[in-house]
């Protein structure tokens, strides 16, 4: 709804005069997006019981899973996952990477090198198993004594650089806001949205991550709107960062966002499994309440 001042004053008036207004529909209206989103659910590895990796893949494609997320062990090892991949339906999506011990925003130049090739690496690796895009976390809180000034200066000038190269090898960099008990510098997803913005790069993207949205965000709705098209990953944890549905955390308000922005890619296990309970039982459940919670939204 827009009030301009003369709808305002008029408003004014009708109430001065004891009129009664005409109930507004709506407040606002948001535009449909442009293909309707999608729950595709995905796991890492490491929430997933099982001694090998084909062993977790198998019981990943019968609980329904679409998707799996992998670490950095991947890099080197392509073939390998490819291989244990190709007999199920599911796609590899994000890599978690991680920060590289802060590299990438030290005040030692050498280190900063060091950093970018090893990121240019995931990347790679990223691209040969069609990944989403390489999860990267500037810097944890013991990592850099940067202000945050000085590190979103640093990667608005040297991620475009990072951003062509990740779309020449057919992947993205997927940056991670966390909560302020892990990091202080990145904790809001529009704060990632207004970065990837400034670096402007199909390749430089971002993600967000239920768990620490919980702890830094008044809205995941809210969150994941000013995210929008720049959002290409999607972590999933309760507020204790077990298993959604293992507590009281509702995931409504966040899969409303996602429905708003037409979300199309993955939405991924990064969370432990309640103490006493079995995973067997507990993530073929889990599974269950996330449909009925997407269902509702
Ligand atoms: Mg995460």
Same mark, same amino acid.
């Given at each position: 709804m827009q009030v301009n001042r003369r709808a305002f004053l008029a408003g004014g008036a009708a109430a001065a005069a004891g009129l009664t207004m005409l109930p507004q529909s709506r407040a606002v209206d948001i535009p449909l997006p442009a293909q309707e989103a999608v729950l595709k659910l995905s796991s890492q590895l490491g929430v997933i019981p099982g001694g090998s990796l084909e062993e977790k893949l198998d019981k990943m494609q019968g609980w329904g899973f679409d998707g799996v997320e992998v670490g950095g062990d991947v890099i080197g090892n392509e073939q390998k996952y490819l291989d244990a991949i190709a007999n199920t339906d599911m796609q590899y999506n994000a890599?978690?990477?991680?920060?590289?011990?802060?590299d990438l925003v030290s005040d030692d130049a050498e280190r900063r090198k060091r950093g970018v090739d090893k990121l240019k690496q995931a990347l790679e690796s990223a691209g040969k198993i069609k990944s989403t895009g390489v999860i990267y976390v500037p810097?944890?809180?013991?990592?850099t004594n940067r202000t945050n000034q000085e590190i979103r200066q640093l990667l608005v000038e040297t991620f475009p650089a990072i951003g062509e190269f990740a779309v020449s090898v057919g992947s993205r960099v997927l940056f991670e806001p966390l909560n302020r008990n892990e990091?202080?510098?990145?904790?809001q997803l529009a704060d990632a949205a207004s970065i990837c913005r400034d670096i402007n790069s199909p390749g430089v993207q971002m993600m967000g991550d239920f768990y620490h949205m919980y702890i830094e965000e008044t809205s995941d709705l809210g969150a994941f709107l000013s995210a929008g098209s720049y959002l290409h990953h999607v972590h999933l944890a309760s507020r204790? /960062?077990?298993?959604?549905?293992?507590?009281? /955390?509702?995931f409504v308000d966040g899969f409303r966002g996602l429905k708003l922005i037409g979300y199309q890619d993955y939405c991924s296990f990064e969370c432990g499994c309640k103490e006493g309970t079995d995973r067997h039982e507990e993530i073929p459940k889990s599974l269950e309440f996330l449909r009925e919670q997407w269902a509702q939204a």
């Open positions: 890599i978690c990477w991680g920060s590289c011990n802060g810097a944890f809180i013991p990592e990091a202080f510098f990145l904790r204790i /960062r077990v298993l959604p549905g293992q507590d009281e /955390r509702s």
